[in-house]
């Protein structure tokens, strides 16, 4: 998978994840979350989320090479993988407590911070294979 963005996004989309997971709890410490803005700040949340991990995801990394495209594939596949697995457990669980009312629609953020977590594992992972290969 080929990289979209400039190096540098890789840091604005940490600094957007950061912002999106901080922000509501201050908001809410200071009072300004109510029941009647409450799911525009969880949606707003998620999808900040959602627009930060992506700009992580298709961010040129500095050393980019086939190798590095390579990772980010195998790091997605991964992802997928283990996002399936959370999700069939979470529907074990649901149906294991006999529970009809709630749904998780927060799989894509998921998807997407285990695909981050899967990069940057591979991305570090190659660069100390790199430096004891030597």
């Known amino acids: 998978m080929k990289a979209l963005l400039p190096p540098f996004s890789r840091i604005i989309g940490y600094v957007v994840m950061a912002f999106a997971l901080f922000v509501p709890f201050v908001a809410a410490l200071l009072g300004k979350v109510t029941d009647s803005n ?31 495209e390579q990772i980010r594939s195998n790091a997605t596949r991964n992802a997928v993988f283990l996002t399936f697995f959370y999700i069939f457990g979470g529907m074990i669980y649901r149906v294991a407590i006999g529970d009809l009312q709630s749904v998780d629609s927060s799989s894509f953020l998921i998807f997407l911070v285990l695909n981050i977590l899967c990069l940057e594992y591979g991305l570090k992972k190659a660069s100390v294979d790199k430096f004891f290969k030597r």
């Open 38 to 68: 409450l799911l525009f700040v969880k949606e707003a949340t998620k999808l900040l989320m959602i627009a930060g991990a992506l700009m992580i995801l298709f961010a040129l990394s500095k050393e980019e090479s086939p190798e590095t």
